[in-house]
């Protein structure tokens, strides 16, 4: 069966949809017939995406404010789905934030549990709130983006690792669980590597961006679509993301450390200050 054929008519849930991923996800499945239903919090890109997906011929797309981190505002999401559509096929759990950018010692709190809460407590809330509609189809997916720092602790990004560590426990889980109710509905535990989107904003990560952050989102979410109508249950594609698969997995910790220490050329210096206030 070809990809439009597959994904024709099929409604498609997609939070963080205002740029980068969300809006390939957008775009490539509504090319692909599918109805959409879009959330984010940015409402500028929101209307966006919105524009540029009605602009495809025959295409039904919806859109509300969504702060993933907020349940209560996924059962508004989840009865927009419902009430436009009848039900829902597939969820992309996509909204994701860069995280504090910032060593342990320098991180605050607050900005940790923010991390949590929408990159983590997001994916969660999203997984129940639309599980009683995914159930109910002949066929549907989860899919909920980790990250290859979902394989392996870098620096200044202790907070988005955790987050992303958790996605993919969390991910793992459930695909096993849910395998044994309802195995006609699908896990999808994505793991991009370097892809060419907004998410590295604050000025400290703009070199990491330029270097690492390469590959294109739509290549990306293409073949996050080809391998969730494969049934693959892991997905691991973009710059660098197949060898830190496959390092995570082979080195001893000692090794990996030495080579994931090479990131610290890219952190500010004073951060890292044996008289930094965090150690006080
Ligand atoms: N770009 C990469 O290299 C890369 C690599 C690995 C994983 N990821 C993950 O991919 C996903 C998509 O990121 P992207 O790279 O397209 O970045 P992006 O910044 O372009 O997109 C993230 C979207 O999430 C939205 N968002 C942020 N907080 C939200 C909230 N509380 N509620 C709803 N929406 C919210 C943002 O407004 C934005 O539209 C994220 O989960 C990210 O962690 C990205």
Not at 173 to 180: I, R, W
Request: proline residues 4%.
């Amino acid at each position: 069966m070809s990809q439009t054929e597959f994904y024709n008519n099929k409604t498609v849930a997609i939070t963080g949809a205002s740029s980068g991923m969300g809006r390939s996800y957008a775009l490539l499945l509504a090319q692909q017939g599918a109805n959409v239903v879009l959330g984010d919090v940015a409402q500028e890109g929101l209307q966006e995406t919105v524009a540029l997906v009605q602009a495809i011929p025959g295409v039904q797309v919806v859109s509300m404010h969504l702060d993933v981190s907020d349940e209560a505002q996924w059962d508004a999401f989840k009865e927009l789905c419902e009430s436009r559509f009848g039900g829902c096929d597939m969820l992309i759990n996509n909204a994701g934030i860069e995280g504090a950018t910032k060593p342990v010692w320098a991180s605050s709190t607050a900005a940790i549990k923010q991390t949590m809460d929408i990159n983590f407590y997001g994916v969660v809330y999203g997984c129940r709130a639309f599980l009683p509609l995914l159930v109910h189809r002949p066929w549907a997916a989860i899919v909920n983006v980790s990250s290859i720092f979902g394989f392996i602790g870098t620096p200044n990004a202790s907070d988005y690792c955790a987050s992303k560590f958790a996605v993919r426990g969390y991910t793992e889980s459930l695909m096993v669980e849910l395998a044994h109710v309802y195995p006609q509905v699908q896990v999808h535990l994505v793991h991009p590597g370097g892809v060419a989107t907004d998410i590295a904003r604050s000025k400290g990560t703009a070199k990491f961006k330029r270097k690492f952050l390469t590959t294109p989102s739509d290549e990306m979410v293409n073949v996050v679509l080809q391998q969730v109508q494969r049934n693959t249950p892991r997905i691991v594609y973009g710059n660098h993301a197949k060898k830190t698969y496959w390092l995570s997995k082979l080195l001893p910790l000692t090794r990996l450390k030495q080579i994931i220490s090479k990131g610290l050329k890219l952190v500010d210096p004073k951060d890292y200050a044996p008289d930094h206030k965090g150690f006080k």
